[in-house]
């Protein structure tokens, strides 16, 4: 989903004023925890910035038996 700077203002002012329901993109979204919202929060600031762009993780399995 592509955010907006407005969508930012409008999660923001939410969190400000200990509203729970938000509205964005034309749907009513309702968030259990202020937790839950400043995190969804981060979420849209990163990619509207394009931060994580590119991030890639790396894991490797490991066995008993060697390879």
């Known amino acids: 989903m592509a955010w ?3 969508d ?4 923001e002012r ?3 004023t200990g ?3 938000v509205q964005i993109n034309g749907e009513r979204v309702e968030y259990r925890t202020l ?3 400043r995190a969804t929060l981060v979420m ?3 990619q ?3 931060a994580g762009a590119g991030r890639f993780s790396v894991s490797y399995p490991k066995t008993l ?3």
């Open 4 to 6: 907006t700077a407005a």
């Open 44 to 46: 849209m600031k990163d």
């Open 48 to 50: 509207l910035s394009g």
């Open 19 to 21: 509203a729970r329901v």
């Open 65 to 67: 038996r060697g390879l």
């Open 14 to 16: 939410a969190i400000a």
């Open 35 to 37: 937790d839950e919202m």
């Open 8 to 11: 930012i203002t409008r999660m």
